[in-house]
């Protein structure tokens, strides 16, 4: 059992374990609407939006997660108003304002001869490089997710599942969606810094799409999916440690592993809740051609 308990004894190692299951949790509350609502583009586009904040705030020797968080308003200020233009739809101004922003971000870069590094981290993380502080912020953006979660889950629910109803019930979907919007950005910055842009939709999308399958409730979702974030941070650490792997690349590799596991499993049992029904559908149409006469019979 020492090679299951060895690594979490180092120091480092247990601020990065505490982390993940930190930022698991940020990921499950946001990463179910966005399951739910078929936003991964969004995700997507939002975390690589990310980018010229940072490299500012990288050159600029500022705080790189101030700099994530004005570049994360500006495109959830930007995707709301473009997503209120009766000619343009949602994906083409998402798709305009990834491109614009990361365009910029990389202009910037071009302009530093020492940002490789930084890029580097900002692109994949390092989730063992975790200090106090940054669980310190983890654990308020936690809190801070929740609430917005508590809040506004009447809201959401009736946005993922049916927006004229929630016109209707008078829930103002277009505010819900911005401040939906603007959970999902809270999740982005606050992992950014852990896995990565770049891995950071693993997080976000791997645990609630294997949850899915399992839950009966939005709720139920949630919880399962911060469960299985949980585990897949622990086990990607573990399998880091023995194999000398990027710790923050192998702990999404591992969501998205679990991912395939539960919809194979899902598939699996639907298929022998299936398989007696079948047999006896079989049993019920050889009965009947057993007592129906032939026309040569008759």
Do not use: Y
């Not at 209120?84 to 202009?107: A, C, H, N, Y």
């Not at 302009?111 to 490789?116: K, L, T, V």
């Not at 809201?155 to 959970?183: I, M």
């Not at 969501?255 to 899902?266: I, K, M, N, P, W």
């Amino acid at each position: 059992m020492e090679w299951l308990t060895a690594p979490f004894e180092v120091a480092f190692v247990q601020r990065a374990l505490w982390a993940g299951i930190l930022v698991s949790a940020i990921c499950a509350l946001a990463g179910t609407w966005v399951v739910l609502r078929g936003m991964a583009f969004l995700g997507d586009a939002m975390s690589h939006g990310l980018l010229p904040g940072v490299a500012v705030a990288s050159l600029l020797g500022g705080n790189l997660l101030v700099g994530a968080v004005v570049s994360a308003a500006v495109m959830t200020a930007g995707v709301t108003a473009l997503g209120r233009t009766p000619r343009l739809s949602q994906d083409t101004g998402i798709g305009l304002l990834f491109v614009g922003m990361l365009s910029l971000g990389v202009i910037i870069v071009s302009r530093s001869q020492s940002f490789a590094v930084d890029l580097t981290g900002f692109l994949f993380g390092d989730v063992l490089a975790v200090r106090e502080s940054d669980l310190t912020l983890l654990g308020v953006a936690l809190l801070l997710a929740l609430g917005v979660s508590v809040l506004g889950h009447r809201a959401f629910l009736a946005l993922a599942f049916d927006e004229r109803k929630a016109r209707t019930l008078g829930l103002r979907p277009r505010l819900a969606h911005a401040v939906l919007l603007g959970l999902l950005a809270l999740a982005i910055v606050a992992s950014f810094h852990i896995v990565g842009t770049l891995l950071v939709l693993g997080l976000l999308i791997a645990p609630p799409a294997a949850a899915l399958p399992w839950a009966r409730s939005v709720s139920g979702v949630m919880a399962l999916a911060a469960v299985l974030g949980a585990a897949a941070t622990f086990g990607g650490l573990l399998l880091s440690w023995h194999l000398s792997t990027a710790a923050g690349a192998t702990v999404s590799a591992l969501a998205v592993g679990l991912f395939f596991l539960s919809h194979l499993a899902s598939g699996l049992r639907h298929r022998r809740r299936a398989r007696p029904v079948g047999v006896a559908a079989r049993a019920v149409t050889s009965a009947r051609s057993a007592t129906t006469p032939r026309p040569n019979e008759t």
